[in-house]
């Protein structure tokens, strides 16, 4: 998240903290949507442009962030939801 510009890394602290308070459950479009299995993906737009953070949930109340990446393309690429799958594999 570190390389993603500035605007983009507030963008994902308030929608984390949006998850936070009301609980993931409560936090949908367009902050939030289902991707591909169990991976999720936090929705974060800016001056510079679009970023994505694929996530999984453990144990219920906990959060794992698996990718955060820049978007280019209309859709999610495939290869991002596959590096994703991978990750959470490995927790």
Known sequence: ???QPEDI???FERIVGLIKDKGLENVGMPYV???AGKLLEIR???RDGIARAIFVTQK???IVVVRV???KTQKTPRREIKLGQER???L
Do not use: I, S, T
């Open 33 to 35: 949507r289902p991707l």
């Open 1 to 3: 998240m570190h390389e």
């Open 60 to 62: 219920g109340k906990r």
């Open 44 to 46: 974060m737009r800016g």
């Open 69 to 71: 990446f820049q978007k």
């Open 9 to 11: 890394r507030a963008k």
């Open 88 to 90: 959470a594999k490995e």
